[in-house]
Each structure stands twice: as structure tokens, then as C-alpha cells.
């Protein structure tokens, strides 16, 4: 009998601190599914303006005080429409934070404060879309190979600097259609030069068609979708028309196995801007002042998708470091600073 007693009083505490450790892997477990079921791991970014000068100050205070934890580095580089060719550190007059002293520079300021980085290299067409540009089949090569080397050079530059996420490219909406072996071997060539993660901006109507997903990390969604053809949406208003549109992404998540990121998102300070905002820019000094549908279209697009498991965040379109190069109508564009948005976005951003 004392033999058994004193059996059970050596066993009984091995036998609890066993199943307290089963008890505590599975909470763990539960945990962190949960975490990421409900956003923990949201990509909380903003999408930096490339400032024209040298930074006045830090502009990672600002980002730090709405509570975001990633930025996207946006180096342009310029074509036209008619010419194969991809400018970029072309000299005196391209801004400074465009050119790759400027990147570095931006990139090495945020990890100073624990700052994640998207890079994201970015062609822009004067009085045109990058979606709309098409050549014939020699041209097509002649600017896939200058598009190739700009992106090569700042892939090799996030290597270096051990950037978080590169993107290939933004919004080719007819390229990604018409010639996707270019994109397959171009993604190739960058994981020859960089081990991190990638995606692409696809524009919010070219995702579907894209058929390079699986060798990316992430899929790209620039999300300016129509939502609500009024002037003042509600949150709730904003929240419901993304239903269809929820349902979508998740069919695309399930299809590539590769979760949902909102490359860029953002709404203009305007009546009616959680509509076409591609058609409120071509005259946007005609249109009213609205924080109110800015910010309630900010608080629709988060209340609707920040619980999806398969949507991993975005960079909000756009924030100006310092307030440099912001446009003239600063009232009326996507920026939420000095805004209503900006209250709105620090608050999700928090959580």
C-alpha cells in the first residue's frame, strides 16, 4: 500500500506537467491560428511619394505615428508609348528619391527603425498607362530587355540590403496577357539575384488573367475597384459591395495556393471617390472636397476584409515623406494626411 502511494505520488507530477505541456502546444496552436485567421500578421504599409530632394527630416516618425510597419520604395523609371526603351537614373532631371541613391537611402532610414520594405520598381508613361502600352513583336523585345535590366538593378540592391519583399512589376495588364514567357523567365532571373519574398501589381481587372502566380510569393492587387456610385458612401455601404468582389479573391487565393496582397489601395478626398477614381483624376479640381467619404471608404474596405484569412494587407496609396512632391490639389488626393483617413487609418493600423 505504501509502495503504490508512494508510486502515484512520484508519477502524478510527471503525468501533469505532461499533459500541461500538451494542453500548452495546443493552446499555442490555437493561437496562432487564430492570430492569423483575424489579421495579426496584416501587412500594415504605406506607399512612399519619391521625394524630389533629400529628406528635410526622418520621414519614418510620420509612418511610425499611424502605426505602420512596412513601406513600399517606389524608384521610377519612364518609357513612352512609341519607344522600346526603360529610363532611369537618367541625372539631373529625375528626383532624387526616384533614382537608386534615393532608394537606398529611403530603405536604409526604415530599418533603422524596424521598418519593413516592399521595393517596388515602377514604370511611368507620360499621358498614358503602363496597362495600355502594346508593340509589335520586335519592339516588345527590345523593351523587355531594357525593362530587364532596370529590374535586375534593383534586385540586386534589395539582396543587398535584405529587403523584405521586390516587386516584378505593376500593372502590364496587356504584357502579363499576351506575353507571359517574358514574365516567367524574368521571375527566374530575379531569383537568381534575390531570396526574398515577390509579387506583382496587377491591376484590379488583370489579376485573373495572370498565370504566373504559383512562382511568386504573394498575389499583387493594385484594388481600385468600383464599389459605390455615391458621394458620400457609408461604412456599411462600402463594407457590403465588397462582397462579390471577396468572393473572387478567394476563388483566385484558392486556385494559386497564394494569399491576397493589396499592392496598392487608396481613395481620393472627392465626392464619389469609392467609384471610378481613374476617371475622378483626368479633372479632379472640378470635383468637391469630401474627408468624409475618403475616410468612410478606408473604414469600409478594412471592416470588410481585415478578418480574411486568405488577405494579408496592403500599402495605401499614397503618403508623402516630409510633404514633399505633393501635387497642388494635396486637398483632393489620395493622401489621408491632415485628413479624416489619417485618424481612420491609424486606428486599424493599431489593432
Known amino acids: 500500500m505504501r509502495l503504490k502511494s508512494l508510486a502515484t505520488f512520484i508519477f502524478m507530477p510527471s503525468l501533469i506537467a505532461f499533459l500541461l505541456f500538451i494542453f500548452r502546444a495546443d493552446l499555442t496552436d490555437f493561437i496562432t491560428n487564430k492570430e492569423e485567421a483575424y489579421g495579426q ?75 519593413k520594405v516592399l521595393l517596388k520598381p515602377q514604370v511611368y508613361i507620360p499621358g498614358s498607362w503602363t496597362g495600355e502600352l502594346n508593340f509589335d513583336d520586335d519592339q516588345w523585345v527590345r523593351w523587355e530587355t531594357s525593362y530587364r535590366d532596370y529590374i535586375l538593378t534593383f534586385a540586386k540592391m534589395a539582396q543587398e540590403m535584405n529587403v523584405e519583399m521586390f516587386c516584378v512589376g505593376t500593372e502590364f495588364k496587356i504584357s502579363t496577357r499576351d506575353r507571359p514567357k517574358f514574365w516567367f523567365e524574368l521571375i527566374a532571373d530575379i531569383k537568381n539575384h534575390y531570396n526574398g519574398k515577390l509579387t506583382y501589381a496587377s491591376n484590379w481587372d488583370e489579376y485573373q488573367h495572370i498565370s504566373f502566380w504559383k512562382e511568386l510569393d504573394y498575389i499583387g492587387i493594385d484594388a481600385y475597384y468600383p464599389l459605390v456610385d455615391v458621394s458620400t458612401p457609408s461604412v456599411s455601404e462600402v463594407e457590403k459591395a465588397w462582397i462579390p468582389v471577396i468572393d473572387d479573391l478567394r476563388a483566385v487565393y484558392k486556385k494559386w495556393d497564394r494569399k491576397i496582397l493589396f499592392t496598392e489601395f487608396g481613395y481620393l478626398s472627392v465626392d464619389r471617390c469609392a467609384y471610378k477614381n481613374w476617371d475622378l483624376e483626368k479633372n479632379i479640381k472640378d470635383h468637391d472636397v469630401n474627408e468624409i467619404a475618403q475616410s468612410n471608404a478606408l473604414d469600409g474596405l478594412f471592416s470588410a476584409l481585415w478578418k480574411e484569412e486568405f488577405w494579408v494587407g496592403g500599402f495605401l496609396w499614397k503618403w508623402y515623406p516630409n510633404m514633399q512632391g505633393r501635387v497642388s490639389y494635396h486637398d483632393r488626393d489620395y493622401t489621408p494626411q491632415g485628413k479624416l483617413a489619417e485618424q481612420t487609418l491609424s486606428e486599424w493600423y493599431k489593432q
Open 41 to 115: 500578421d496584416n501587412i500594415k504599409g504605406l506607399s512612399l511619394v519619391s521625394p524630389p530632394d533629400q529628406f528635410v527630416h526622418d520621414p519614418m516618425i510620420d509612418v511610425e505615428n499611424v502605426h505602420a510597419e512596412w513601406i513600399a520604395v517606389i524608384p521610377y523609371a519612364f518609357t513612352r508609348s512609341y519607344e522600346p526603351q526603360v529610363h532611369y537614373n537618367t541625372g539631373n532631371w529625375q528626383w532624387w528619391g526616384e533614382t537608386p541613391e534615393g532608394a537606398k537611402e529611403t530603405i536604409r532610414l526604415a530599418q533603422n527603425r524596424g521598418i
